[in-house]
């Protein structure tokens, strides 16, 4: 959970209190330290170098031009870090980390990173291959005797690489219920129930963004390691990188250090951005847990940079794991870019392993995004130059980090200035006016007329998804009063009131409203007028992905 591309990105598919200072850890790297209220230029922090020439990389104004992005797309705060040629270019904070509260960003506030967390599950994975524990092209059942796909061919033929490459046959975030809202079901008991999702293509043949098959990579870490996936990343990738701030888990966030240095996540409520709760689901961490700063992605950067290189010469990994983290194992569609943004279109796309390949202005872009409730953001990195770039930010904006990313872009690359705040603002506009026509035109085919063919009381009962669970349908009050109250019961958080939409038709109002994902729920009856089955879909076209109410077949559970 990439966001509104990819969840976790979680859904997007969906921490803490502040991060251990760790400027000491910084060896030789550079970093710029300033408050967003600095204008003037960046200082080099005691004892290190900064790049002698950020105007490389750095557009004229820039403060003033991430400001104006920020504001533009109603972003409260965001981490930046640009690295190029070794060196760190810009490790800083800006704008607020709660709104209603004064205290800033730095370059130490934590924001969630989400998906793009899964470059750190790769290369946990690739650390076990170099020491001989697993082999990328390893069948997933010599390691987890117990791991089940639908098919039992793919379970079989299902591998290490297979389970980072989204090329499993599984839909677009299918099974992600059972991540997002928080479950109570266990990690393993999630993983355990990929045998009933059914594919939605033939294994290894389309390219299809999934969450739960990084769940199992990190179940595999820890059967092979004898370690937690929280504990092993925490261990052996970011202590060993001198990422002294970032955690392993959202849980942590909020006791992460005593003053509070955490970015609380945001989301558009009513036209708004207002704060919401920390997601501190750790069944997700493989796939979107972890929580850093633009300090650390800084180190991150500059490492995979050099190939797994530590600062003081030893190495975090092999440049042969380097090389297969980023080498593209799954084709992507490539889709023609919006007119607005028409100098994005690409010539290659692939899915590598736990991060994005691509092509910006003839250059090679190693990249992810990351999105979960009230976090998105977005590493790239362009091996040829040596440029790394990562903002993340506490507010759902891909527009916001995007913007931010192609004018460094450009300006690394020579290219004319272009405002792409302007034009993300055009397709963004576009895009809420398609929704809003889609929504409408809804509307006007609904017969609110054609009443429920039964009585309320006959709707409710016992339910069950074969991959999912049980779900209940109860009935509240009574008279004109009565209502059809629909209960996740593996997910405290997932409680909607049907709304009846027409004939046999509902829509489910999460009583969470942050949720932002009313599903239409639709029951069939069979020729007695007895429900057989209920079906559901996401009520707005712009529902995050990782709510994959299509992908549920719900059966009435016969006493």
């Known amino acids: 959970m990439d966001t509104r591309t990819e969840r976790l990105a979680l859904p997007r598919k969906n921490p803490g209190r502040a991060a251990v200072a760790c400027l000491a850890t910084l060896g030789l790297l550079g970093l710029v330290l300033a408050s967003p209220a600095a204008t003037a230029g960046p200082a080099p922090a005691r004892g290190a170098a900064a790049d002698p020439s950020p105007a490389r990389v750095l557009p004229a104004g820039f403060d003033a031009l991430v400001g104006r992005i920020m504001k533009t797309f ?25 709104i209603g509260d004064p205290a800033p960003v730095d370059a130490r506030t934590l924001f969630g990173i989400a998906s793009n967390t899964k470059a750190f599950t790769a290369t946990a994975l690739g650390l076990l291959v170099e020491e001989g524990k697993i082999e990328w092209d390893g069948q997933v059942t010599r390691y987890l005797p117990w791991f089940q796909m639908w098919d039992p061919y793919v379970t079989r033929e ?204 003839g250059r090679r872009l190693v990249n992810h995004t990351g999105g979960l409730s009230g976090y998105v953001s977005r590493v790239v990195m362009v091996p040829e130059l040596g440029l790394g770039i990562a903002v993340l930010t506490n507010q759902e904006s891909d527009e916001a980090y995007n913007s931010v ?89 997932l409680v909607g009131d049907l709304e009846h939409w027409s004939r046999e038709t509902f829509v489910a109002r999460w009583r969470d409203r942050g949720l932002r994902a009313d599903a239409y729920v639709t029951f069939v009856l069979d020729a007695d007028g007895a429900v057989v089955e209920a079906r559901m879909k996401p009520f707005s076209p712009d529902t995050d992905f990782s709510f994959d109410f299509q992908d549920l077949l719900i059966k009435p559970v016969r006493r």
Request: some cysteine; proline content about 7%.
């Open 74 to 98: 109603d972003v409260p705060g965001l981490g930046l870090a640009v690295v190029h040629d070794g060196r760190v270019v810009l490790a800083r904070g800006y704008g607020i980390r709660k």
């Open 158 to 361: 299902m591998t290490v690489r297979d389970l980072l490459v989204h090329r499993s046959g599984l839909g677009l975030g299918a099974g992600d219920l059972l991540l997002w809202p928080e479950t109570t079901y266990t990690r393993r008991e999630i993983v355990g129930r990929l045998r009933y999702v059914r594919p939605a293509t033939s294994f290894r043949s389309a390219y299809a963004y999934d969450n739960m098959l990084y769940i199992a990579a990190g179940e595999l870490i820890e059967v092979v390691s004898g370690m937690s996936w929280e504990d092993f990343v925490a261990e052996r990738i970011l202590k060993r990188a001198g990422m002294a701030s970032s955690r392993p888990r959202h849980s942590a966030a909020l006791a992460a250090s005593p003053d509070g240095n955490v970015a609380i996540p945001h989301a558009v409520l009513d036209g708004r951005p207002v704060p919401v709760a920390v997601d501190e689901n750790d069944h997700m961490n493989p796939a979107g847990g972890i929580i850093s700063c633009a300090e650390d992605m800084a180190r991150w950067m500059l490492i995979h940079l050099d190939g797994g290189r530590l600062p003081d010469g030893t190495r975090l990994f092999a440049e042969g794991t380097e090389r297969q983290l980023t080498s593209i194992v799954t084709p992507m569609p490539i889709a023609p870019p919006a007119p607005e943004l028409a100098a994005q279109r690409s010539n290659f796309s692939g899915y590598a392993l736990g991060f994005r390949v691509s092509d910006y202005r």
């Open 405 to 493: 990313i192609y004018a460094v872009l450009d300006q690394a690359m020579g290219a004319p200035a272009y405002d792409w705040a302007a034009a993300y603002l055009k397709v963004r506009e576009r895009a809420e006016a398609g929704t809003d026509e889609s929504l409408a035109a809804a509307e006007a085919r609904r017969d609110r007329a054609a009443k429920p063919s039964l009585p309320l009381a006959a709707y409710a009962g016992p339910y069950a998804d074969a991959w999912y669970g049980p779900i209940d349908v109860t009935l509240e009050g009574s008279g004109e009063a009565a209502r059809l109250v629909m209960s996740f019961a593996k997910s405290p958080g």
